[in-house]
Nanobody
Framework: QVQLVESGGGLVQAGGSLRLSCAAS????????IGWFRQGPEKEREFVAA????????YYADSVKGRFTISRDNAKNTVYLQMNSLEPEDTAVYYC???????????????WGQGTQVTVSS
């Protein structure tokens, strides 16, 4: 069992930065890949970024590549999403998820956090 809690969301102006955190409980955290997903107003949930169990591999959606960076600290059971050059289109609820597969597919992730709101004003 893995429980995930996101934090770090908020309101920021376009061009600004935020760092989201995903804190996990449970001893199996380091054996799980972690993904970040987001769901904007009247949009479907979409993949943002993923990181492998060791942190050695990362994968990004084209829409955030070069602006967002995912990282993890297994000693702290925490994954981060550094978001730079934010755009109004990035406005969404951001969720982290844990699973055994390092993929972009939501169905491959077994555990989900409750989400944190990110709002980017123009």
């Amino acid at each position: 069992q893995v429980q995930l809690v996101e934090s770090g969301g908020g309101l920021v102006q376009a061009g600004g930065s935020l760092r989201l955190s995903c804190a996990a409980s449970g001893r199996t955290f380091s054996s799980r890949a972690i993904g970040w997903f987001r769901q904007g107003p009247e949009k479907e949930r979409e993949f943002v970024a993923a990181i492998s169990r060791s942190g050695g591999s990362t994968y990004y959606a084209d829409s955030v590549k070069g602006r967002f960076t995912i990282s993890r600290d297994n000693a702290k059971n925490t994954v981060y999403l550094q978001m730079n050059s934010l755009e109004p289109e990035d406005t969404a609820v951001y969720y982290c998820a844990a699973g055994y597969s390092f993929t972009s597919r939501p169905d491959d992730y077994n555990y989900w956090g409750q989400g944190t709101q990110v709002t980017v004003s123009s």
